[in-house]
């Protein structure tokens, strides 16, 4: 059986589904395919139930933080069975809601692996679907880990599944999911540590600001081995034994469970994209800067799949993918402005950057204004009772615009959001400072930061 579609998405995550309804709403004949439940990474098994999990580490922190401050935590813990339940009550409506809203707005939604049979053409189940244009949206899958017992390491879908919660738990990799994880792990009273094999974990952050967050970490109960590697994991008297080489030298390490934190790379195995003439590696599908392959002028691609300059957040994914659309549909070779786009470490607190870092405007030649801030005595986090926090604005003198903001501290993930608007639209601390923001709010704190 062969359909035609004027477009076939492949990856039903958040950047597809915006892609597929743009593209039916326009007359187009879409179809959408994904082999796993709709809805992506991002809504079930990445940010969102993961900060859903996080709330649970905010209130034992900020009571433990308000200690002597008017509340008690004694006898305060997690109930990890109903915790995760709560994460459930999410996550599992979510392919039922997103199939019949795509369905409603006219789209064939498909389930089964896509694979290339030729350029124009996908199977799909044993059933072709031929197409004038594809948008490869799959989004990333973890890392390899290359030493023996890799097999025994779980990766983040299945931690956000947990029915129990281990009491010992080992993070593989200085990113993003092991610091987070841990943070949500340690509160919930696990003994956490977590194996960066370099001297800098979450490279992509203001080094003075990690530092910080590391200490916080320390504070909680995190341990983290710098300059480590895994030489292979082994069933042990009770769970496993890591056997490692840190810092030179042999160390082991006894887990329950031991996670996958160590980076993810696009997932475009299954795709056969060598049928369809397309290039990639494994950065994604290597695509012209509007954001379709250099090599086959019917697939575009967005989102963790591509290789394109913009950082692998799904709000990144989404305009992706919208903007690739916009080009399909208009026949036009837009490019997606990549400027201002913030992202965050949603430890608690947390830990949040937009634009350069400081090393990299360094480089640039810009005549740089650093403005430094402890922001720990500050009323904002006096009043919860925390103790590390503080601010870091990057500030080209030339045109007293930001040229990046790095925090940490207690919501300063929506603060962030300020400086990138700033940076996007090319407003200068002047005009940020003139603003009057509601009082007391962690808001109002932008103008003295500046």
């Known amino acids: 059986m062969t359909n035609t579609y004027d477009l076939v998405v492949i990856g039903a995550g958040m950047a597809g589904i915006a892609a597929a309804n743009k593209a039916a709403a326009s007359g187009w004949r879409t179809a959408i395919v994904d082999e796993l439940p709709y809805g992506g990474t991002c809504a079930l098994r990445g ?46 409506p979510v392919p039922e ?4 809203q795509l369905a409603s707005n006219g789209v064939a939604t498909l389930q089964g692996t896509a694979t290339f049979v030729s ?30 017992g890799a097999e025994h390491v779980i990766d983040s879908t299945r931690f956000l599944d947990l029915d129990d919660l281990p009491e010992r738990i080992v993070f593989i990799g200085g990113g993003f999911v092991s610091f987070e994880f841990a943070h949500i792990a340690a509160r919930a009273g696990a003994t956490v ?5 370099g001297p800098r974990p ?23 081995h710098r300059n480590t590697t895994v030489d292979r994991i082994t069933a042990g008297p009770s769970g496993w034994r890591l056997d490692l080489v840190r810092e030179d030298h ?50 575009f691609a967005a989102g963790d799949a591509a290789d394109s300059p913009g950082m692998p957040l ?59 801030t402890d922001t720990s005595r500050w009323y904002s986090n006096y009043r919860i009772g925390e103790s590390t926090a503080a601010v870091k604005i990057l500030i080209d003198r030339a045109t007293d615009t930001i040229v990046g903001a790095h925090m ?16 996007k639209l090319g407003l200068t601390t002047k005009q940020l400072k003139s603003a009057t923001a509601a009082y007391p709010t962690v808001g109002s704190d932008l103008g003295s930061m500046l």
């Open 47 to 92: 940010c969102d139930p993961k900060k859903i999990l996080r709330r649970s580490a905010e209130i034992v922190d900020a009571a433990r933080m308000m200690k002597g401050k008017g509340i008690d935590d004694a006898g305060l813990s997690v109930n990890w069975r109903d915790l995760m339940s709560h994460k459930r009550g999410f996550t599992d």
């Open 97 to 100: 809601r997103m199939e019949q």
């Open 119 to 148: 350029r124009v053409a996908v199977t799909v189940d044993g059933d072709v679907h031929e197409s004038r244009r594809f948008l490869i949206a799959t989004g990333a899958r973890p890392r390899p880990l290359e030493f023996p």
């Open 193 to 197: 540590t977590i194996l960066d094999r």
């Open 202 to 224: 979450l490279k992509s952050f203001d080094p003075d600001l990690v530092e910080l967050l590391i200490a916080r970490s320390a504070a909680i109960g995190i341990r983290l």
């Open 250 to 299: 042999p160390e082991t390490v006894d887990a329950d469970l031991v996670v996958h934190g160590a980076g993810r790379r696009s997932d475009l195995d299954s795709l056969d994209l060598d049928a369809a003439g397309v290039a990639y590696s494994e950065g994604g599908v290597t695509v012209a800067p509007h954001l379709q392959s250099t090599t086959n002028e019917a697939v």
């Open 314 to 372: 799904t709000p990144v994914a989404v305009f992706e993918a919208k903007i690739a659309t916009s080009n399909m549909l208009n026949g036009k070779a837009s490019v997606p402005d990549y400027r201002g786009v913030p992202t965050a470490v949603f430890t608690v607190p947390e830990l949040a950057r937009v634009g350069q870092l400081e090393e990299e405007a360094r480089r640039s030649g810009i005549d740089l204004d650093v403005r430094y």
């Open 408 to 423: 940490f501290g207690p919501e300063y993930g929506e603060l962030i959001n300020f400086c990138g608007l700033a940076i």
